[in-house]
């Protein structure tokens, strides 16, 4: 990467931070929506789940919740991007003399930080409700770092779709689709109970990897025996989701928005 894409990217960084000034109602958002459904769920739905060996729900839901948070960088990003093109800000930024790589950049890596602000009062609150941190400060360390890779890697999947979409009305009603990802996986309740075929698909899906590896990281529990590969190898396969991921749509996204230069 040239210096020159790095400077681009960093004041496309600075211009998205200065956005989240301007819109309190998303940084509000962001802040209380995972906490809201820690409590939600944790408790309206707590008391009919049963884990296998006792186990605290509520320890068991906040790091799936985490994963949740970092998933929703696909909606966040993708209705920023569908935003800036439906209202010509990136036709503007076009006609500058900057690297076509800036405006992705800048948009997720500001998308990153929003939502690392967002895991501070989602932590507090899973402290408060029971959960605990015991796999250690590396462990800690490890967990919030990879589940922060997994939030660049969905701002970059939003990013091209809210290139592709090209409309805020339709970015929204896909971004509301993206719900279901964290439903079909193992964030919420596990998946030893569930039929063969839709446990199957659910430990393939990256976001049980990425939840399985932050329980793990955190030391809150590991994977299943029988569990499928994804999630038997949890952090090996969340970097290996991450790594493929980004290799297809960091290019992707950077191609669709050159092309719509043309």
Known sequence: MTTLALSDSWSMLG????????????FV???????????FFGYVFGS?????????????????????TAVNGVMTAMLASAQDHQRGVMDRFRTLPMSRFAIPAGQTASDVVLAALGMVPLTLCGLAVGW?????VAGAVGAFSLLLLFRLVTAWLGHY??????????????????????LLSNAYVPTDGMPRWLRTAAEWNPVSAVVTAARDLFGNGGPSPDASWPVAHPVAASLAWSAVLLAVFVPLTVRRYGRDAA
């Open 132 to 136: 605990r941190i015991e796999g250690g």
């Open 15 to 26: 211009r998205n931070l200065q956005r989240m000034r301007h819109a309190p109602g998303l």
């Open 48 to 68: 009919a789940v049963v884990l296998d060996g006792g186990g605290n729900y509520r320890a068991y839901l906040v790091p799936g919740l985490f994963a949740a």
């Open 161 to 182: 779709l809210g290139l592709v979409v090209g409309t805020e009305e339709a970015a929204g009603q896909l971004g509301a689709a993206t719900f279901m990802l964290p």
């Open 29 to 39: 958002i962001t802040m209380t929506m995972p906490v809201t459904m820690l409590l």
